[in-house]
């Protein structure tokens, strides 16, 4: 049984950080720790470039527009989606979640899921870099070894044992 994977050596590779601006004191948190994460794995400052959105809702279309232009390995989304006084919330974040799935598949791109989906601030405080971690790196290091297993899968293309 042969196992393929991805490493996590990031050199070479780009990546599209998408933002949600709504809940920025949890969202900064969590891009400091994904780019922190990317160039502790040897990805290039040059090589990550970070897009704002207004929230979660429409991380789906800004990914769909930054896959079009064919030029990054992997998007990594970050937000904070609280739970408030009504059901809102749910719709949000299912609705987001459904459409950064569907854009990974549709362009055989890794999109990594980021976008915290809380009850309160502070188990969204956290997750953003306290007691739970920050959830920022892991979605950063999820994002780098998926890429990295496309490029291995990729390779495999023609080949035969």
């Keep these: 049984m042969r196992t393929i994977q991805g490493d996590m050596l990031g050199s070479g590779l780009r990546f599209a950080i998408i933002a949600s601006r709504f809940n920025e004191l949890i969202t900064s948190k969590l891009i400091e720790g994904a780019k922190d994460a990317l160039t502790r794995h040897g990805v290039s400052y040059q090589d990550i470039d970070l897009f704002w959105?207004?929230?979660?809702w429409e991380q789906p279309v800004a990914a769909k527009e930054i896959a079009?232009?064919?030029k990054y390995d992997a998007i990594i989304t970050l937000g904070a989606v609280i739970r408030g006084d009504t059901t809102h919330h749910e719709y949000v974040a299912g609705e987001a979640a459904k459409g950064l799935a569907?854009?990974?598949?549709?362009?055989r791109l890794p999109v990594s899921f980021g976008i915290l989906t809380c009850d309160n601030l502070e188990q969204a405080l956290i997750r953003a870099g306290s007691k739970a971690g920050n959830k920022g790196t892991?979605?950063?290091?999820?994002a780098l070894e998926t890429a990295k297993l496309m490029k291995e899968i990729r390779s495999m293309e023609?080949?035969?044992d």
Excluded at 102 to 107: I, S
Excluded at 138 to 142: R, Y
């Design 53 to 56: 959105v207004p929230g979660a």
């Design 68 to 70: 079009l232009l064919g």
């Design 102 to 107: 569907l854009v990974g598949l549709e362009y």
């Design 138 to 142: 892991d979605a950063a290091l999820a």
């Design 158 to 160: 023609g080949k035969k």
